[in-house]
């Protein structure tokens, strides 16, 4: 008979959901988040691969029937940007907000919004962070190329922040994979 007292589940993290989960639920989501960055290093990014993961995009939300809106966007430059059906006007402020939030902070969106949450803190206290042109809901992952950082962003709009942030990963990990990295 083992004395070993039984392990407790912790439920994950809902970045939608209220305050009262577990600070244990949080730190995991964002050491996971913390991996993918450090996972999804490329080592090159050109126009044309802005266009082929913005086609694997939807390709992905074609084949799954989702309302998204997708960019991929330089500082400045557009170079890949699509909304497929049932994707509204209001997923074009979140692509851009997001996206901003991402190239600021040089980190997903997703773990701008959880980094603040430690200690019950929210990013959209701190008079820094401007709601009217930034957002940190998951949803944006910045393209980063070994040895240079981050240059350019990936954003999906359209489904809660945690789906649309593991549809960017999904993709970047395909294109990763396919470029045999």
């Known amino acids: 008979m083992s004395n070993d007292a039984p392990s407790t589940v912790i439920r994950p993290f809902d970045p939608d959901g209220g ?6 639920a949080l730190e995991a989501l964002i050491a996971r988040v913390e991996g993918e960055v450090a996972e999804l290093q490329f080592t090159h990014f050109t126009n044309d691969d802005a266009v082929a993961l913005g086609q694997l995009l939807v390709q992905l939300g074609v084949g799954r ?9 330089k500082p400045n430059h557009i170079l890949f940007r699509a909304a ?4 509204t006007p ?8 997001k996206s901003r939030t991402a190239q600021r902070y040089s980190v997903p969106s ?3 919004g959880l980094r603040a949450r430690r200690n ?11 709601t009217a042109t930034h957002a ?7 393209f980063y190329i070994r040895g240079v950082g981050p240059v350019a962003t990936v954003t999906v709009s359209g489904l809660p922040q945690l789906d649309d942030h593991k ?3 999904e993709a970047l990990r395909t294109f990763h994979a396919a470029d045999g990295l």
């Open 167 to 169: 549809l960017v990963v």
């Open 19 to 24: 305050s009262d989960q577990p600070a244990e």
């Open 136 to 142: 940190a809901h998951g949803g944006s992952f910045p």
């Open 90 to 97: 209001d997923n074009d402020y979140w692509l851009d907000a």
């Open 84 to 87: 497929l059906e049932g994707a």
């Open 120 to 130: 019950s803190g929210r990013i959209e206290d701190n008079p820094m962070f401007d």
């Open 65 to 73: 029937n989702l309302p998204i809106a997708i960019s991929i966007c």
């Open 110 to 112: 997703l773990l701008v």
